[in-house]
Every structure is written in structure tokens, then in C-alpha cells.
């Protein structure tokens, strides 16, 4: 994650002390996410947040899910008792996040048990839904077990988010979803995906944040897993253009005196790229801001280290996107033991990926800052996970020394 408020807009936020190691003195900023957080001593010593699929069941039909979700209960879906010795697990190992995530997590008729087993083994627990079927009452119900956080997705306005979604009216309930969660004080951000079909309305989303009053969004890069296609993905001029719009709008909200946490997600050169206008902008605030995104150190602790996943049956894969590789299943072995062993190749390889980069990611300038960005998009292209990822953006000059 790349926190352009705090990055390009010098706006602290709650998730500062996970992302940067402290929270900058002298900047004021909001308190709706990942609060409490201790400072982290070094990112490589971050535990994971953890993905967990609780359900591979779905109410919409996207057209670029990364589990390929359906209406159908898979058979093999971790019971109520083996979720509640995951999670006990996940506390010991003390993890700073637990996000529940589907499919549909809603669709679970025991979501909001697990969740509060959740909360009481002392775990931080964050939903990740499509927001169509958060009524009054399950707002209620999400705010009362205690998810700090829920993020709602969207993939446009109106008919561009039905068209994305694959139902009709998926957008207006998107909308009452978000209502009704603000409406009681429920801490709640829009999450969207940045495809061709879409960049085109982010003037519209950030818009749509201001008039609603969302004090979050993400802005995720797309990744080529499950139904997610690559001739989806932006290209790499829109890739700019995209960053250039979000930075504009972001840093003009806040000036405005709005608070407003947004962030860029699985493309880490994004951190090099708003560096690199800082330079042009203000050299003294570059590097700080420099100082930061190393400490960060972008993909390099990010797969593997940083992020990990647990599907509906159990499996333990590299993050959410790379389902395809597992690395043991939690039924069999604890997942803080599966996560610290290295003897699978590319586990080992992933909590130390930068002597294995390839091309012009291993004599990139910005290494240190991007870390080689999402190593699961270059083995989709190039089934070589440390080859340059295919999405990086930035030009031969750029990167050179």
C-alpha cells in the first residue's frame, strides 16, 4: 500500500506506524483505521495481515474476481471450531489485522460469530464486502462485534459498477451499504480496481467520496488471477495518468481541509512515481517522504512477508492472488508455523526476493523503495516469479542511476 495522503499530501494517518515505522509529528490526521497500531521496529519484522476467504460464495457476479466466486457453498469450507483455532492461532502469532473476505463474507451465516471470537481472542477484524447486503440492522450488527474497518467495493458509478459487478442494482445497494454504515458512525472506505474500462471515472469516484463524505479509498492495481484478465489492466500511460488524478484530487481535498485517507495498492512503483513529482515539486520533502517508502520498502515485504492468505478450505497461499501455490493447510499444521518455514523455494525466496530479481528490476535505482512490486504478476506473465513485474510503469531514464 502506497498512502498518497501521507506521502503526497503530508497527511498523517492511524496506519502510518504498520506502513512507515512512526507517526510523523506535527501533521494531524484521522483515527478510523488500524488504530492502535504499535510502531514497528522494521518492516521486515511486520507480521502478515492475514486474507481469509471465510466463503467462496457470492450474491454478485464480477467480472474480474480473483477466486472466482459463485452462489455455491464450497463443501470443504473450514468449520465454525477449526476458524476459531485458526484465529486463536493468528492471535499468538500476533498478527495486525485479520480481514474477512469472500466470495462475500456476509453470505456466511456465521461471520458475525466468527468475528466476535475474533475480537476476543484480541484480533483486529476487517470486512471486505461488496456492501450490497449491509442493511441497517447488519450495519449495526458489523459495528456492535467490533470490525474496525469495513471496505466496501466498488468499480464505478452507476451502470459501470452493475456492468462490473454482473447484477443489476448492485450499485444502489453499494450506495445504501455505505449509508448505512456512516449513518452509525461505522468506520468504512470504497475499494476500487483500476481497469480500462473504468480509469476514465476516477474524477467521478473522488467526486462521489466528497459528496458522501467516505473517508477512505483504495485504489488497487489490478492483478491477473482467477476471472482478473491482463488486457483488463491498464497501460502503462493510463497507469500515469491514473496516479496523476489521484494525487491531484487527494492533495487538493485535504488542502481544502477535508480528511481523507487514500491509498494505492499492489503496485509499489507508485511510490517511486509520486517521489519522483515531489523532486520537481518540493526536493526537501522528497526525501523525506524517500526516507519513509525505503523504510517501507515497498514489495519487498510485502507476498510472503507482509500479506498472506487462508482460502475457505484451509490453504495457506502467498497472498490472496496467488491461490495456485500453496504452501500447507491449517487443518494439518498451524498457520504461524506454515508462514516461518522456508523450506518451500519460494517461500524462502519471497522473504528474501531481492538478490533473485531480474531485468530492470534488479538494477532499478528505486529498489530499495519498491522492493520489485508484485512478484505474483510476473509469474502470471513470464511463469517466473522474479522477473520485472509487467505493470511497472516507470521508464529506462527514470529508473537509471
Known sequence: MIN????????????????????????????????GHQTAKSASERRPVVVWNISKRCNLKCIHCYTNSDCNLAPDELSFAEGQSLMRDLAEFKIPAL????????????????????????????????????????AQKIKDIGFIYAGISLDGIGSTNDHFRGVAGAFGKAMDGFRNCLAIGQRVGLRLTLTRQNVRDLDQIFDFLLEEKIPRACFYHLVYSGRGKSEDDLT?????????????????????????????VDNHVD????????????????????????WNGGGTFSTG?????IDWAG????????????????????FSEIW?????????????????????CA???????????????????YDDPWMPDPACYLTDAEIAD
Open 363 to 381: 538494477t532499478c535505482r528505486f529498489l530499495k523503495m519498491c522492493g520489485g512490486s508484485l512478484r505474483v504478476r510476473a509469474f502470471r506473465v
Open 305 to 309: 512477508v507482509g500479506i498472506g492468505d
Open 315 to 334: 490453504n495457506v497461499h502467498p497472498d490472496q492472488f496467488w491461490q495456485d501455490k500453496t504452501f500447507g493447510n491449517v487443518r494439518e499444521r498451524k
Open 99 to 138: 480481514l474477512f473476505s469472500g466470495g462475500e463474507p456476509l453470505m456466511r451465516p456465521d461471520v458475525f460469530d466468527l468475528a466476535a471470537y475474533a475480537v476476543k481472542c484480541g484480533l483486529r477484524p476487517v470486512l471486505s464486502t461488496n456492501g450490497t447486503l449491509i442493511t441497517p440492522p447488519v
Open 236 to 264: 502503462h500511460q493510463e497507469s500515469r495518468q491514473a496516479l496523476d488524478i489521484i494525487c491531484r484530487r487527494t492533495r487538493a481535498a485535504i488542502e481544502s481541509g477535508v480528511d481523507l485517507d487514500i491509498l494505492t
Open 271 to 294: 511510490g517511486p512515481y509520486i517521489y519522483l513529482k515531489l523532486l520537481q515539486e518540493d526536493p526537501t520533502k522528497a526525501e523525506e517522504m524517500r526516507k519513509l517508502l525505503e
Open 4 to 35: 498518497v495522503s501521507k506521502i503526497y499530501a503530508s497527511h498523517s494517518t492511524t496506519g502510518d506506524p504498520l506502513r512507515y515505522g512512526h507517526q510523523h509529528q506535527g501533521q494531524v490526521g484521522h483515527s478510523h483505521h488500524f488504530k
Open 340 to 360: 516461518l518455514d522456508t523450506s518451500d523455494e519460494l517461500m524462502a525466496g519471497l522473504k528474501n526476493r531481492l538478490p533473485l530479481l531480474k531485468g530492470k
